[in-house]
């Protein structure tokens, strides 16, 4: 078992990595979470709220009612559709109100199980509601299990982008049951791996080597290979989010590399099955590296090695292989929604090397639609 602290000032909390915490006794491990739910008068006395989606729920129910029966407890569920669509308005208003029908208070605990798209919204739901109320993620994705479900950012999408509106909040708890990804489609695992592959070209060059010999472990589910991979991406995520919880510093800018150009991929792609977000980074991980190389930051070998991991892994390393017909312009213009943006400039995570991201405060966009623009039409 690992406890990974997110150190913060007076909301700290651990992530728990363990095999079985969530399919074998997440109940008794999470017990002292439920006090406010054995007390009189609390949310339709002892019925625990949780929010997933329509695979989470049909996959997890039993052992979860399982689980928190042993407790005297019980779920109460809400249930999305899975996607990207159910970060959106329209369901925050559905989720917000059924809360509130429950009762909700804000001591009580809600339960987000699911990928990201189930902590993101569950986690906003939870910051907005009674001006805050306090949620677990159990993440039941690879991408969730070493990225969204830790850190505290949660959001909708609306019509200009992605995650536009949202707000910082922190989980009280996350729970990580490598477990659960036994029946994770293996094209979402390879979506969460980018997420891994994230942490490994920001940061940690011991890491990328690592992962090019044991990614095929990983992404088999091998337990020990996954394991590592979890913890050394939540210890680098929790180490991050500690020194720049929001994101006033440029540290924690550092989690987004990838992010600009995938989100103007996600947007042009209609936040679609077409191109799922961990694919989108894997793409705008590449499209990094390769601007980071047409400026002389990073070698080109480098910069190879870079989109040699992607492809390896199965992801979309190839931007024109997405069969996106818009112009670089297009996809640049997405990109003034993004939330770095400072003035009229938008800082770029770029790459000085292997481990080694940076932001560079001196991009044009009108640069880098023109070099979209480039790699689009190269085959
Ligand atoms: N808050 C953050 O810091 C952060 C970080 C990264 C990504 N995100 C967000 O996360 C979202 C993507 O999350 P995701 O990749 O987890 O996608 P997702 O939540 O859409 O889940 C992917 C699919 O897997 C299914 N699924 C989930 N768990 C399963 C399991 N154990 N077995 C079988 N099927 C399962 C879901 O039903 C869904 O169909 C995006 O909206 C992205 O913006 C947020
Ligand atoms: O935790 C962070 O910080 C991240 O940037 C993690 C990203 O993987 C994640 O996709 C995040 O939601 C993107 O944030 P945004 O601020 O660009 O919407
Ligand atoms: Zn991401």
Redesign the pocket.
Known sequence: MDVVPVSLAGRSYDVTIKRGCVLDDFAHGASEYFESYRAKGAVKARKVPVV?????HL??KAALEQSLASEGLAPDWFVVE???G??SWAVLEQLTDWLLELGITRSDHVIAL???????LT?FACAVLKRGCEFIQI??????QV?????????I?TRAG??LI?AFHQPAAVFIDPM??????DR?MR??YA?VIKYALLGDAVFFDWLSDNGTKVLAREPDALAHAIATSIRA?AAIVAEDERETTGVRAL?NLGHTFG?AL?AETG?SDRL???EA?ATGMVLAAQYSARRGDISQEDAKRASTAIGDAGLPANVASLGITCSGSALADHMRHDKKMEGGTLPFLLLKGIGQAYLARDVELADIAEFLGEQLGAQ
């Open positions: 997933a989606d329509t695979n989470t996959i997890f899975p996607g990207e159910a970060k699911g990928g990201g798209v189930v902590g993101d986690g993440p039941t994705t690879l991408l969730a990225d969204s479900s830790v850190g505290g950012k949660t959001a999408n992605k995650n949202g659960v990804l036994d029946t994770l489609p979402e979506a969460g997420e995520k989690l989100h996600e936040f799922l977000h961990g980074v």
